[in-house]
T-cell receptor, first 118, second 108 residues
Framework: GAVVSQHPSWVICKSGTSVKIECRSL??????MFWYRQFPKQSLMLMAT?????????EQGVEKDKFLINHASLTLSTLTVTSAHPEDSSFYIC??????????????FGNGTRLTVT | RKEVEQDPGPFNVPEGATVAFNCTYS??????FFWYRQDCRKEPKLLMS???SGNEDGRFTAQLNRASQYISLLIRDSKLSDSATYLC?????????FGTGTSLTVIP
C-alpha cells in the first residue's frame, strides 16, 4: 500500500529558530499533500494543502509566512516553521493520496513530527 | 455547520463488549468514507473504508447510510488492544474532512 514518510519524528528547538519537516511519498507520486497539526487531546486540524509546482492553499487562521510550504517535486513536500515559539509546539502530520488509484482511495499519513519549542 | 460531527466520547467498555461509533456528515455530495484509528502520540492509520453495502473485517463492521448521512463503526468482542481514538473521514471533492475522534478505552 501507499507509504508516506515524514522526517524528523521529533525535534526540540529553541524559540526563534526555524524547523523544517519533510514529507515524502515513497511508492507513488503525490501532486497534492496535506499538512495537519494536532494539539494534545484535540482533533486533527488541517493547516494547508500543498500543491506540486504551485502555491500552497492555507486554511483560515494559518499564517502562510510562518508556515512555509514547498512542494518542489511529485514526491516531496516540506513544511518550515519559521521563528518558532513555544505555542507552535505540537504534533505535525503530513498526508497524501495516491491519485492513480480510484477516487475512493484513502489518505495515508506520515508518522508525524513532534515539535517542542523551548 | 461542520462538515463532520462525531461524538468524542469517551467510551469505556469492558473486554468482550460490543461498541458502536457514529459520524454524521452535512454534504450529500460526499463520495468516500473511511474510519481511521489513532493511538496516543501516533499518526492516524487507516482502519477500513466504508461502503453503502457495508463491509466487515473480522470484529469490525463499517456501514454507510446515505439517506440519513451517517457512517458507523461497530466493534464486536472488544479487546484491550482496541483502546485508541477512532476518527471518521468524509471525502467531498478532493477534500478530506475528519471527525474530532471518539476515544475508546477497553477495560479488563
Amino acid at each position: 500500500g501507499a507509504v508516506v514518510s515524514q522526517h524528523p519524528s521529533w525535534v526540540i528547538c529553541k524559540s526563534g529558530t526555524s524547523v523544517k519537516i519533510e514529507c515524502r511519498s515513497l511508492d507513488f507520486q503525490a501532486t497534492t499533500m496535506f499538512w495537519y497539526r494536532q494539539f494534545p487531546k484535540q482533533s486533527l486540524m488541517l493547516m494547508a494543502t500543498s500543491n506540486e509546482g504551485s502555491k500552497a492553499t492555507y486554511e483560515q487562521g494559518v499564517e502562510k509566512d510562518k508556515f512555509l510550504i514547498n512542494h518542489a517535486s511529485l514526491t516531496l513536500s516540506t513544511l518550515t516553521v519559521t521563528s518558532a515559539h513555544p505555542e507552535d509546539s505540537s504534533f505535525y502530520i503530513c498526508s497524501a493520496r495516491d491519485f492513480r488509484q480510484a477516487e475512493s482511495s484513502p489518505l495515508h499519513f506520515g508518522n508525524g513530527t513532534r515539535l517542542t519549542v523551548t | 455547520r461542520k462538515e463532520v460531527e462525531q461524538d468524542p466520547g469517551p467510551f469505556n467498555v469492558p473486554e468482550g463488549a460490543t461498541v458502536a461509533f457514529n459520524c454524521t456528515y452535512s454534504n450529500s455530495a460526499s463520495q468516500s468514507f473511511f474510519w481511521y484509528r489513532q493511538d496516543c502520540r501516533k499518526e492516524p492509520k487507516l482502519l477500513m473504508s466504508v461502503y453503502s453495502s457495508g463491509n466487515e473485517d473480522g470484529r469490525f463492521t463499517a456501514q454507510l447510510n446515505r439517506a440519513s448521512q451517517y457512517i458507523s463503526l461497530l466493534i464486536r468482542d472488544s479487546k484491550l488492544s482496541d483502546s485508541a481514538t477512532y476518527l471518521c473521514a468524509v471525502v467531498t471533492g478532493n477534500q478530506f474532512y475528519f471527525g474530532t475522534g471518539t476515544s475508546l478505552t477497553v477495560i479488563p
